[in-house]
């Protein structure tokens, strides 16, 4: 849930980005602060581990104007995909506003998609979150790679999938090579701040 200092009038939002491992998480907030870099005064905080590209989480703040006369500031986070990072990933959930899910394009990953939104379905409701009621933007990464003749899911499958009852708007995407990174994480603020303005109502 935002945090709202109404002496500072400020909000602050958590967007959290999650996923199946090496999806392109940390390449999505790599991507993005490489663009904003030149507007923030914080430096990006990754944690990388052998078996996983961040095992805590990335944190970039900025400053995105104002609602109401509050100040809005959000915050960026990843979680660890891999399965045995469970706990971190139920404790980086906790206070999130907002939700990217990055899905792994790539064929060999269907069931991996499948089961990290089972799971993060399941991290939500601990924290007493429906995810079908809850800010979530979809992003298909990996799209570049079919250019190297890898097998990849198709849009329609993914959607099927994953988005079938979410609903959620989606993305096709290359956190490598920034194809769609911006335009998720700008849809995923957009929604959050709705979301949040109806607190402030």
């Known amino acids: 849930m935002s945090v709202i200092n109404i002496k500072k009038k400020e909000v602050q939002i958590k967007i959290v980005y999650v996923g199946p491992g090496r999806g392109g998480k940390t390449t999505n907030l790599e991507y993005i602060f490489s663009k904003i870099r030149h507007r923030i005064q914080t430096d990006l905080v990754s944690i990388k581990t052998h078996g996983d590209r961040t095992l805590f989480f990335d944190f970039l703040p900025f400053a995105l104007g104002e609602i109401k006369g509050y100040k809005i500031k959000t915050q960026l986070y990843t979680v660890p995909g891999q399965v045995k990072y469970n706990a971190t990933r139920k404790l980086v959930l906790k206070g999130a506003d907002g939700i990217v899910f990055v899905a792994d394009s790539m064929a060999v990953m269907r069931e991996k998609n499948v089961n990290s939104l089972k799971n993060l379905e399941e991290n939500l409701a601990f924290h007493n979150i429906d995810l079908y009621n809850f800010p979530v933007v979809m992003q298909y990464n990996k799209r570049d790679l079919a250019a190297s003749g890898i097998p990849l899911l198709d849009i329609e499958t993914l959607e099927n999938d994953l988005n ?6 989606s993305f096709t995407a290359s ?22 303005q109806e607190q402030l109502q």
């Open 175 to 196: 956190a490598i090579k920034g194809d769609n990174v911006i335009q998720t994480v700008k849809k995923a603020i957009s929604i959050t701040i709705l979301a949040v």
């Open 164 to 169: 079938s009852r979410l609903k959620a708007p």
